[in-house]
């Protein structure tokens, strides 16, 4: 019998999951955990949290709002190993053993770890690594032992990530090299036909720069939200051109083809922005509504969230640890008798 392909993934767990964060990673995940012919592994990744994000509070929020939010929008933990990295003590253990094989000269290249040290140059710091801790310097390794640990073919990510893909291939195989064939080498999977969606400032839809649009946001909030989406100054009755607009971009995102052509005509004859913003927020308001009382319902309820990533975080460990018990063996970590 041949292996399934297994994809795997995790999310940083420090902020409210938006409208980007959906159609970018969220909806493209949960089809692909409905592949028959693909193993799903997605996780928290909220020991990753800890390296961007010292406030308990809000690593706290998160996580419970990004679990709720997977499971609301439809992740079903049948098809997908659904958990918390720090339910997982099998991760931080090969994250020790693979940073005695990971070149210190390989994390130096990391363009996280260069564009702080970049920062402290500009500003003429004493020390070039001011501020900047181990778990930001050794992220990379974490993170390939997330992916290693389960022998992950396909990580889709980011553009931004692909760096850290490749270094979790260079670790892997540097592992496979001394103490033989032991993982499998992940490929990034960048996925250039998924959306990246705008924010209500018309740039790049990121927390960094506060200008989300929260996936469960109250009705009222949403409705209010959209309203604020920057858009030129054309009087209605003057022809718009869909390209260049938020609105247009966020409704293709989630409407039908027979929806996107007409809202096309509508902008060719001149739509309004007020009206176009009505329209887009009726459109949303009824996709989201199913999915936000269960995200409420979930909320409501972190007992049965608890459970649901715990079960998750058994079926994992049902594998990392007997792969850890095979790893630390091969590194001569084994029992006397
Ligand atoms: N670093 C990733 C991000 O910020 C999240 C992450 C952690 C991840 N571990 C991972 C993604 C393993 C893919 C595989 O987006």
Request: charged residues 25%; proline residues 6%.
């Given at each position: 019998m041949t292996q399934k392909q297994r994809v795997l993934t995790g999310i940083t767990t420090t902020g409210t999951p938006h409208l980007g964060n959906y159609v970018g990673a969220i909806r493209p995940a949960i089809e692909a955990s409905r592949n028959p012919d693909m193993e799903a592994f997605y996780f928290l990744a909220d020991y990753?949290?800890?390296?961007?994000?010292?406030?308990?509070?809000?690593?706290?929020?998160?996580?419970?709002?990004?679990?709720?939010?997977?499971?609301?929008?439809?992740?079903?933990?049948?098809?997908?190993?659904?958990?918390?990295?720090?339910?997982?003590?099998?991760?931080?253990?090969?994250?020790?053993?693979?940073?005695?094989?990971?070149?210190?000269?390989?994390?130096?290249?990391?363009?996280?770890?260069?564009?702080?040290?970049?920062?402290?140059?500009?500003?003429?710091?004493?020390?070039?690594?001011?501020?900047?801790?181990?778990?930001?310097?050794?992220?990379?390794?974490?993170?390939?032992?997330?992916?290693?640990?389960?022998?992950?073919?396909?990580?889709?990510?980011?553009?931004?990530?692909?760096?850290?893909?490749?270094?979790?291939?260079?670790?892997?195989?540097?592992?496979?090299?001394?103490?033989?064939?032991?993982?499998?080498?992940?490929?990034?999977?960048?996925?250039?036909?998924?959306?990246?969606?705008?924010?209500?400032?018309?740039?790049?839809?990121?927390?960094?720069?506060?200008?989300?649009?929260?996936?469960?946001?109250?009705?009222?909030?949403?409705?209010?939200?959209?309203?604020?989406?920057?858009?030129?100054?054309?009087?209605p009755s003057e022809p718009k051109d869909p390209a260049t607009c938020t609105l247009f971009e966020i409704y293709n995102a989630f409407a039908t083809q027979d929806d996107v052509r007409s809202v096309r005509e509508r902008y060719a004859e001149g739509i309004g922005w007020g009206d176009m913003k009505i329209l887009l927020f009726d459109y949303l308001n009824a996709i989201l509504e199913e999915p936000r009382e269960r995200y409420a319902e979930l909320m409501a309820d972190p007992a049965k969230v608890e459970k649901i990533l715990l079960e998750g975080a058994e079926k994992a460990r049902s594998i990392a640890g007997p792969f850890l018990a095979e790893i630390r063996k091969k590194t001569g970590l084994l029992p006397f008798s």
């Amino acid at each position: 019998m041949t292996q399934k392909q297994r994809v795997l993934t995790g999310i940083t767990t420090t902020g409210t999951p938006h409208l980007g964060n959906y159609v970018g990673a969220i909806r493209p995940a949960i089809e692909a955990s409905r592949n028959p012919d693909m193993e799903a592994f997605y996780f928290l990744a909220d020991y990753h949290a800890l390296i961007k994000c010292h406030e308990p509070a809000r690593v706290a929020a998160s996580r419970m709002e990004v679990a709720a939010t997977w499971l609301a929008l439809g992740l079903d933990t049948d098809n997908a190993v659904f958990y918390r990295q720090s339910d997982i003590p099998e991760i931080p253990e090969l994250t020790w053993i693979l940073s005695c094989v990971a070149a210190k000269g390989l994390l130096n290249r990391a363009h996280a770890y260069k564009a702080a040290v970049q920062v402290n140059e500009e500003e003429k710091a004493k020390d070039p690594d001011k501020g900047i801790t181990m778990g930001l310097f050794s992220y990379p390794v974490l993170m390939a032992a997330d992916i290693l640990m389960f022998n992950a073919h396909k990580v889709p990510v980011g553009r931004d990530q692909v760096q850290h893909i490749e270094m979790a291939r260079d670790i892997g195989g540097r592992f496979n090299h001394l103490f033989g064939q032991t993982f499998v080498l992940p490929e990034a999977i960048v996925d250039e036909k998924t959306a990246v969606l705008s924010g209500i400032d018309g740039r790049k839809m990121s927390k960094s720069y506060d200008n989300t649009i929260p996936l469960f946001l109250p009705e009222k909030k949403l409705r209010k939200t959209i309203m604020k989406i920057k858009t030129n100054s054309l009087e209605p009755s003057e022809p718009k051109d869909p390209a260049t607009c938020t609105l247009f971009e966020i409704y293709n995102a989630f409407a039908t083809q027979d929806d996107v052509r007409s809202v096309r005509e509508r902008y060719a004859e001149g739509i309004g922005w007020g009206d176009m913003k009505i329209l887009l927020f009726d459109y949303l308001n009824a996709i989201l509504e199913e999915p936000r009382e269960r995200y409420a319902e979930l909320m409501a309820d972190p007992a049965k969230v608890e459970k649901i990533l715990l079960e998750g975080a058994e079926k994992a460990r049902s594998i990392a640890g007997p792969f850890l018990a095979e790893i630390r063996k091969k590194t001569g970590l084994l029992p006397f008798s």
